[in-house]
């Protein structure tokens, strides 16, 4: 195990006119289960590759523990990639399938099978050791994957996108094993995703990247509660948060002819005539009070348990969404007050689009 | 309703039953070929007298696979054809089905468990390690990262004395502008790992020749994997003296079956020392003077095979300072046609034209020298017929010679249409497991994240 640095790491492409990653300094503490989220092309890929060694770094440098592997070849920087190697060999047995490039190491015998038991105690398939592959589920097999890198005791995982070749239910119980795993293992773990909700879910702390630059690194909760720019207020939680544009005055800050009480000191925080204000879908709640803002419901969503009204502050500006749990939902066409409580109200700086409070 | 991309649509494949999965498709449409293993259900359906694979895999992986295939295909690198994408497929149940990735199967190719499943000797598999490395430049030379570099997503054909080997599958496959030294090593090492499992494999299953070791195996990959690199891109210094390395150098690529399109010779300021390295190499150097010369499309080394008996016919009519082209017909309607004909209908589809030649001109060769007179060719043809080629398995594959390998060796598949699915008297009883009963609950968070999990999980009260 080891812990993984990147420091000042930038990679440009030949030709580009912007570096795919920009300056990356980032440090992923030893056994911790880290996740680079971004849009497609923010550059969350060309980082891994960066420290598997496939992607050269134009500069800056790449760190695992004491040692500066940035120009080390790919096979001397004992990463595994999970998942790589999903064949399944039907001749071998599953306990065969899981050590056989311990194998081609001339790792000995005993060592192997003692490797791939300590894997298959951790993956649930001790029982399974002994048999032919064919009636592996989908599931079990890539189970079976992970122990191909589990057992080779690599210093770092490397986890790109694995979920994102497989069919829906297997995405499913892929990301519960994987999870499950996690807190088991204790290898520090590099994973790529686009989906913020697998970010959100598997990692212990989400590193969140837009353009090759790094947005934030922090907590799931922390990225949730404290977002530090406007981009990653919008870029984690589904349906995304709200982002209404808002003027500082007297007692609170203005939202079309609402205006939504601010303690005064962070009221007077405000430098600019303008400011974003963001409220989370499940952060709003339908009050009788007065006091809050009017919300004309244009359209109602039932997925589950849960109602989403859409709609807009007195009839205009943004589209606004609220995540409200009500036995009776209110219709399209009707008028309900939503409140927010004080501390769940965050404000960004339209200029920059930087986290004021 | 299924929907179906695709460049050169095949109006035949429509009617066929796309809301069935594929594992479940009716015999009548299948044909049960050898293949390589898949983590996917692979099915090769045939449709009159072609036959297709075709591959159940999620959207986006199945029509960037098809576009990548296309891809391959304009820069002239040996891969599979695509034909299509279907999607839109939707089981009677009511449930969506993955889209099918549709490839023409390809002529006269053996995949390397039909080729072990008879027996193979030790020097077979050092060639198809050698085609497999060639492959493997070829296609890093054109900046693509295979990712999933391994035998089964490979097909072989027979060429002259040597195999020619093609990718079948790009799922993994990248296109970049050029490959990093990290991203072509990563591939390598993405090589040794499967080809060390499938050996492996082939061994488990009673398919090795025991003089064969599976280690031994995958160092030659790399070992010879460098090498070949090295002689196409490596830069050479040389003094002012040896000029003719420059021709040396250009025609070693040209032996290796290579054109130089660039070559970049620089010089030190006093001229002195010379440095030359190529830039653009192009792989299949013979197979595009004998396509330009006789308009027979070849593998590289039936083409270099072919163009050797070009120039032995030339010598031999007296006609070296004769347009070339003038001479490329004339030997092809007086010697390569004949010998063409020389083989009946019934069996053409045995092997490729220009193997059928390549193996004449062999045969020739061992009869003259019984005989200790020269054969001529078109009666050297004849009993090549008789004593060799009758006795030939079928390797092109159509509707009316299809030849089902439901075996390897002696034991029975137990699914001839899938070989990962292993033999048949492997028969054992299910095991419970409670990692599947856990991926079987409802999943509560797959579009949403539980902020309250996650407060749990912090140890937060909210």
Same mark, same amino acid.
Request: aromatic residues 6%; charged residues 25%.
């Given at each position: ?24 300094? @980032? ?61 399944l060999y039907p001749h071998m047995t599953v306990g065969e399938n899981m050590g ?13 099978e003692?490797?791939v038991m300590?894997a298959a105690k951790?993956l649930g398939l001790e029982e399974f050791l002994d048999r032919w592959p064919k009636a592996l589920s989908g599931g079990q097999r890539q189970r079976v994957a992970?122990g ?14 694995? @979920? ?5 239910k297997l995405?499913?119980s892929?990301?519960?094993q ?159 007050? @939503? ?19 | ?22 594992e479940h ?12 293993i ?92 050698? *085609? ?69 494999d082939?061994?488990a299953g ?189 390797? *092109? ?14 034991r029975r598949l137990q699914n001839p249409y899938d070989p990962g699915q292993g033999f048949a008297d492997e028969q054992e009883m299910p095991i419970d497991d409670p990692w599947e009963a856990d991926a079987e ?22």
């Amino acid at each position: 195990m080891a812990t993984v640095s990147f420091r000042d790491a930038t990679r440009v492409y030949p030709g580009a006119d912007t570096p795919a990653v920009d300056r990356l300094n @980032l440090d992923i503490n030893d056994g911790e289960f880290m996740v680079l989220v971004g849009p497609s092309g923010c550059g969350k890929s060309t980082t891994l590759r960066m420290l598997a060694g496939l992607e050269e770094v134009t500069s800056g440098s790449v760190w695992i523990g004491e040692q500066d592997v940035t120009e080390l070849p790919p096979k001397d920087r004992d990463l595994a990639m999970v998942f790589q190697n999903y064949a399944l060999y039907p001749h071998m047995t599953v306990g065969e399938n899981m050590g056989f490039a311990l194998k081609m190491q001339n790792v000995p015998k005993e060592e192997r099978e003692h490797r791939v038991m300590e894997a298959a105690k951790l993956l649930g398939l001790e029982e399974f050791l002994d048999r032919w592959p064919k009636a592996l589920s989908g599931g079990q097999r890539q189970r079976v994957a992970m122990g191909r890198a589990i057992v080779r005791q690599p210093q770092v995982f490397l986890m790109d996108e694995p @979920l994102s070749n497989l069919d829906a239910k297997l995405r499913v119980s892929t990301r519960t094993q994987i999870a499950a795993l996690q807190t088991r293992l204790e290898v520090t773990t590099l994973y790529v995703t686009h989906d913020q909700v697998e970010a959100m879910t598997l990692g212990d702390r989400v590193a969140v990247m837009r353009e090759g630059v790094l947005q934030q690194v922090d907590s799931p909760l922390a990225l949730w509660d404290t977002p530090k720019n406007v981009f990653v207020a919008s870029f984690i939680g589904t349906p995304p948060m709200n982002l209404m544009p808002g003027t500082p005055v007297d007692g609170g800050i203005r939202i079309g002819k609402h205006v939504l009480a601010m303690p005064r000191e962070t009221v007077e925080r405000i430098t600019d005539d303008e400011v974003t204000v963001g409220i989370r879908p499940d952060n709003l709640v339908i009050t009788d009070s007065p006091e809050d803002a009017e919300f004309h419901v244009e359209k109602v969503e039932l997925p589950g348990s849960d109602a989403y009204l859409y709609g807009t502050i007195d009839g205009a500006g943004p589209e606004v969404c609220a995540r409200v749990q009500t036995r009776r939902p209110p219709q399209a066409g009707e008028r309900v007050r @939503l409140g927010v409580a004080e501390d769940r109200i965050h404000l960004f700086s339209t200029r920059t689009g930087d986290r004021i409070s | 309703m299924p929907r179906f991309l695709s460049a050169k649509p095949d109006a035949r494949l429509i009617p066929l039953p796309w809301n069935t999965p594929l594992e479940h498709w009716p015999l009548e449409h299948l044909v049960a070929l050898p293949r390589g293993i898949s983590r996917h259900v692979v099915r090769f359906i045939k449709v009159g007298e072609e036959i297709y694979a075709a591959k159940e895999v999620v959207e986006h992986s199945a029509i960037a696979e098809y576009r990548l295939l296309h891809d391959l295909k304009r820069l002239q690198t040996p891969a599979v054809e695509p034909v299509g994408v279907v999607t839109g497929r939707v089981a009677e149940d009511g449930q969506a089905l993955d889209p099918v990735l549709i490839t023409r199967h390809l002529q006269f190719s053996l995949p390397y468990r039909s080729l072990f499943s008879v027996g193979v000797r030790p020097d077979t598999v050092t060639r198809l390690l050698d *085609a497999m490395v060639v492959l493997l430049a070829k296609l890093h030379l054109v900046g693509f990262l295979w990712g999933d570099v391994s035998l089964s997503n490979t097909l072989f054909r027979r060429d002259a004395g040597e195999f020619a080997a093609y990718l079948v599958d790009a799922e993994t496959g990248e296109l970049h502008e050029t490959l990093s030294d990290g991203q072509r090593e990563h591939d390598l090492e993405i090589a040794r790992v499967n080809l060390f499992g499938e050996f492996s494999d082939l061994e488990a299953g009673g398919m090795l020749d025991t003089a064969l070791d599976p280690a031994t195996l995958v160092e030659t990959i790399e070992t010879r994997y460098q090498e070949l690199w090295s002689e196409l891109t490596e830069p050479e210094e040389f003094d002012d003296s040896q000029l003719s390395r420059i021709e040396g150098r250009v025609r070693r690529l040209n032996a290796l079956g290579f054109d130089v399109a660039e070559l970049d010779i620089t010089t030190d300021i006093d001229g002195t020392t010379i440095r030359i390295q190529p830039k653009v190499v192009d792989a299949g150097h013979h197979s595009r003077r004998l396509l330009r010369l006789t308009g027979l499309d070849t593998e590289e080394n039936q083409a270099r095979r072919l163009l050797n008996d070009l120039d032995t016919y030339s010598a031999r009519t007296g006609q070296q300072n004769m347009d070339e082209a003038v001479v490329a017909h004339q030997w092809l309607t007086h010697s390569f046609e004949p010998v063409i004909e020389a083989v009946p209908e019934s069996l053409r589809s045995k092997l490729e034209p220009a193997q059928v030649f390549h193996e004449v001109l062999e045969y020739r060769w061992y009869r003259s020298e019984e005989a200790g007179r020269e054969i001529p060719l078109v009666e050297a043809a004849h009993m090549y017929v008789n004593d060799v080629l009758h006795n030939l398995p079928d390797e *092109a594959v159509s509707s009316e010679n299809l030849e089902l390998i439901p075996d390897q060796g002696h034991r029975r598949l137990q699914n001839p249409y899938d070989p990962g699915q292993g033999f048949a008297d492997e028969q054992e009883m299910p095991i419970d497991d409670p990692w599947e009963a856990d991926a079987e609950a409802p999943p509560q968070t797959l579009g949403f994240a539980d902020i309250a999990a996650l407060r749990a999980k912090a140890g937060k009260k909210f």
